[in-house]
């Protein structure tokens, strides 16, 4: 019913807020900067509590229905691990910076079934260096995630796809194109979550019921097309099946923008890597859909499109084409389609620098 569609993300949003705001303010929004800052401008110093904050926090955003993504958190709460293993044994700045690193690399790894990712993600991103003294440790906690995790979950791709290919060498060409318009979405996003933020921080009511007002209007939204609700990877695979309608992936696209950004900028906690591969395969699948129709004997499906726009939008939303273009081809494991993945993301993250 509309009415429990909009009162359950209010109620996970009444949940979430008094618990960030009064125990770790730092467990608000999506994780990654808060580890980039923390890297930056503290040594790599987190707070313990963070680990226990960050899980609550994203698990019932993301399960009453909040428009967010489980890398992000995961992200943070192994970067927290490291520093606060770390900090117990009275390392050094440097050594502490590391050991942040590897738990990020850890939980990407871990989530993504991605070893190779997490590592360059970690140290792309995190800390900026590819020293061997940095990159080693990295390097080894990111394996033993990926094999912890196989262990639990077994070994298989995030997201099962057909075996798309390039289908002429033409075909590159539609697909920079999808790299350009990718590059314009994520730069969307960017602002948008950016102007979500800063209108609910000059919101006049108290900071820890801001969360439930961003609830509410997400199940505002969620009345229409209840796909916006939580990750998304549901409707991700439909889309890179090429079982989605084009009217339909442009209706997704714009609400899990909107969506997205009243979650987390009302201060919902979760991460933006599920988002930012929601609105790429939508993007795409939108594109291929016309591509296809247009070139039918030149291009391949929709679902082609939507598998390299989902990196190509992450890469813009990140600016790490390099951890983008690892993280699709060890989501997927297809590597047919990598130059046309190679080009998209490339071509996203210099739109987005750009803007």
């Known amino acids: 019913g509309w009415a429990w569609r909009l009162a359950i993300p209010a109620i996970g949003g009444l949940v979430v807020g008094p618990l960030v705001w009064f125990f770790a303010r730092e467990a608000r929004g999506h994780g990654v900067p808060e580890v ?14 963070v680990v226990t904050v960050k899980a609550l926090s994203s698990a019932v955003t993301i399960g009453t229905g909040g428009s967010a993504g489980s890398e992000g958190p995961i992200v943070q709460i192994g970067a927290a691990v490291g ?4 900090q117990m044994l009275g390392v050094g700045a440097r050594e502490l910076r590391t050991l942040v690193a590897c738990g990020a690399a850890a939980g990407i790894s871990a989530t993504f079934n991605a070893p190779i990712a997490g590592a360059l993600f970690a140290a792309e991103i995190i800390v900026g260096d590819f020293g061997v003294a940095q ?9 033993v995630a990926t094999i912890v ?18 289908v002429s060498p033409l075909e590159i060409f539609p697909y920079m194109v999808a790299g350009l318009v990718a590059g314009l979405v994520g730069v969307a996003f960017i602002r948008t979550l950016t102007f979500a933020e800063e209108r609910f921080e000059g919101l006049g009511i108290p900071d820890w019921l801001k ?8 199940g505002a939204i969620a009345i229409a097309l209840p796909q916006v609700y939580g990750v998304g990877y549901t409707t991700i695979g439909a889309a890179l099946a090429g079982q989605l309608t084009a009217g339909l992936l442009g209706a997704l696209l714009v609400a899990k923008l909107l969506a997205t950004s ?3 900028g009302s201060g919902g906690s979760g991460g933006i890597f599920a988002p930012s591969l929601f609105l790429g395969a939508m993007t795409g699948g939108f594109l291929g859909s016309f591509l296809h129709q247009w070139f039918p004997d030149a291009t391949a499906s929709s679902g082609a499109y939507a598998l390299v726009t989902m990196g190509a939008v992450v890469a813009a939303t990140t600016h790490a084409p390099i951890s983008a273009i690892l993280i699709i081809f060890e989501m997927t494991q297809t590597i047919d389609i990598v130059p046309a993945l190679m080009a998209a993301c490339v071509i996203s993250t ?5 803007l």
């Open 149 to 166: 995790s196989r262990w639990a979950l077994g070994n298989h791709p995030a997201f099962p796809v057909p075996e798309y290919e390039i």
């Open 350 to 354: 210099l739109v987005s620098q750009l």
């Open 83 to 86: 520093s606060t293993l770390g």
């Open 36 to 49: 980039m800052k923390a890297v930056a401008l503290r040594g790599g110093v987190i707070r313990p509590r």
């Open 135 to 143: 990159f080693g440790p990295i390097v080894i906690a990111s394996v």
């Open 262 to 264: 009243l979650t987390l």
């Open 211 to 218: 969360a439930s007002v961003g609830g509410a209007l997400t």
